[in-house]
């Protein structure tokens, strides 16, 4: 049975695409690279910001962490809150919270802007952790932020199902052997999604709840009065 239920944030609890696309066009404006179209920039979200950098503009190490310094400069000011909320995350969200299930937050993004973001929202209280990269960049991977909050709350992989919009979350969460649901409203795209391994695939934020409901009362056998969970 899955009792916890590991969620990314960007692009699957809040459309952040305007505040990280212009956050990532004003470090590259540092570098004299002028990008006008924001959609091309929606790569950068989902990834650890600094391998993206060095991907899609060859930067070496050492710039690429000055790139993401020079993100973070708007991020932190401007870019944190240039997000929305998808319609219906609420009410997903509380009808996972009415059948006992604990919620987490499980994302690339820094904790402490991740929780921000949160609070800012009203979305904090749903939330029994929140678990993100570290600004020294000692845990960026999404593998690596998925074990640190199951090692931190004692959950073991079996109990635990991943919720993300991209391959990274798909591939963190099977480094970690949970099961997932990639969401496709968000960044990526159904054979992203597919190619990447994702146990199941929803369209839409209510089939969220729907589907781990659904996966849960299949594992759950009544006997007489006693109930028994494989």
Same mark, same amino acid.
Do not use: W
């Given at each position: ?13 809040? #459309? ?17 690279? !002028?990008?006008?179209?924001? %959609?091309?920039?929606?790569?950068? *979200? ?14 070496? %190490?050492?710039?690429?962490?000055? +790139? ?26 509380? =009808? ?7 919620? *987490? &937050? ?21 939330? %029994?952790?929140? &678990?993100? !990269?570290?600004?020294?960049?000692? =845990?960026?991977?999404? +593998? %690596? &932020? *998925? ?5 931190? #709350? ?14 990274? /979350? ?8 949970? +099961? ?17 391994? +994702? #146990? ?13 409901? !659904?996966?849960?009362? =299949? ?5 007489? /009065?006693? &109930?028994?969970?494989?």
């Amino acid at each position: 049975m899955y009792k916890y239920i590991l969620f990314d944030l960007d692009g699957t609890l809040t #459309n952040s695409k305007e505040g990280i696309t212009k956050s990532v066009q004003y470090s590259l404006n540092k570098f004299g690279i !002028s990008v006008q179209n924001l %959609d091309s920039l929606e790569k950068f *979200i989902g990834p650890p910001l600094k391998d993206s950098f060095m991907e899609y503009y060859n930067f070496d %190490d050492t710039k690429a962490e000055e +790139a993401v310094k020079y993100y973070r400069e708007y991020f932190s000011k401007k870019g944190l809150f240039e997000n929305e909320v998808y319609p219906n995350i609420e009410s997903m969200l509380t =009808r996972l919270k009415e059948v006992g299930l604990h919620l *987490i &937050v499980a994302t690339s993004k820094p904790t402490v802007f991740s929780e921000k973001i949160l609070v800012h929202f009203n979305l904090i209280k749903f939330f %029994d952790a929140v &678990v993100g !990269s570290t600004l020294d960049g000692s =845990r960026s991977k999404k +593998a %690596d &932020v *998925i074990k640190f909050a199951l090692e931190e #709350n004692k959950i073991k992989a079996s109990e635990a199902l991943m919720i993300g919009d991209r391959e990274h /979350d798909i591939l963190g969460a099977k480094d970690n052997n949970l +099961a997932c649901i990639g969401v496709t409203y968000g960044f990526g795209s159904y054979n992203e999604l597919q190619k990447a391994g +994702a #146990n199941y695939i929803v369209n839409t934020v209510d089939e969220i709840a729907e589907k781990i409901i !659904s996966l849960n009362k =299949r594992n759950v056998f009544v006997i007489g /009065d006693s &109930v028994s969970i494989h």
